[in-house]
């Protein structure tokens, strides 16, 4: 069956410095992969979308690498702040249509 | 803010019941998604709706139905109530839902469901 995997432990690192999170999934082709923020009680928040024939997208200090091949991809945030502090999700899509979203990595960082 | 209404936002029920969950897309979002969001479960997709049509169907049970409205407004109603049931329950909008997946979705806040 498809699944998504996203670390489930915390991330917890400095302001300042690159937070990098990771999403890996299995037994599916997804045509589009999208990264998402959510804070606690709130819905999630759209932040990027890659399609299967990007490697990498950027928007300011935000980056996502998409690699087919190893089923990964990498959502890097630069200069992290204390207000990057969220759960941010993946979600794959494209083919069948159902979106499917992993459950989320939680980014803590501290000042 | 999405732009995404939900009603109400808090809803304490009792086993058994039925409830009517609402939300209002962004002014000329056509298609329209629910999920359940449970801490052993993470995001689930229910349902979405495109311009009044059903579109696509996730792990939706068969207590759980929704519709939507010709002004585009979406009613999902669940009957039955679990305890199983308790969850934070999403809708979100998005411009076409044509796109096959590339559509950006904007959530709501969501309703919180406690079922006793």
């Known amino acids: 069956s498809q699944k998504i995997e996203q670390n489930s432990e915390a991330l917890n690192i400095q302001e300042g410095k690159t937070a990098t999170l990771t999403c890996n999934y299995t037994n599916y082709s997804p045509a589009y992969l999208q990264w998402y923020r959510q804070d606690p009680g709130r819905g999630p928040v759209f932040l990027l979308l890659?399609?299967?024939?990007?490697k990498e997208k950027r928007k300011e200090r935000l980056k996502v690498t998409f690699d087919t091949t190893l089923k990964q991809s990498l959502f890097h945030i630069t200069a992290s702040q204390p207000a990057d502090s969220a759960t941010y999700l993946c979600?794959?899509?494209?083919?069948?249509?159902?979106?499917?979203f992993g459950r989320g990595t939680s980014l803590i960082v501290h000042p | 803010d999405s732009g995404v209404t939900q009603t109400p936002k808090h809803l304490i029920t009792a086993t058994g019941q039925r409830v009517t969950l609402r939300c209002s897309p962004r002014s000329g979002d056509l298609s329209v998604y629910w999920y359940q969001q449970s801490l052993d479960q993470g995001l689930q997709f229910l349902i979405q709706y495109y311009n009044g049509e059903e579109r696509a169907k996730g792990n939706i049970l068969e207590r759980f139905s929704a519709q939507q409205f010709p002004d585009l407004h979406s009613e999902l109603n669940l009957s039955s109530l679990e305890l199983g049931d308790s969850a934070l329950y999403f809708c979100?909008?998005?411009?076409?839902?044509?796109?096959?997946?590339?559509?950006?979705?904007?959530f709501g806040p969501g309703t919180r469901l406690t079922v006793l």
């Open positions: 979100a909008s998005s411009p076409s839902g044509l796109a096959e997946g590339a559509d950006t979705q904007y």
């Open positions: 890659i399609r299967e024939n990007e």
């Open positions: 979600a794959l899509s494209g083919g069948s249509y159902i979106p499917t």
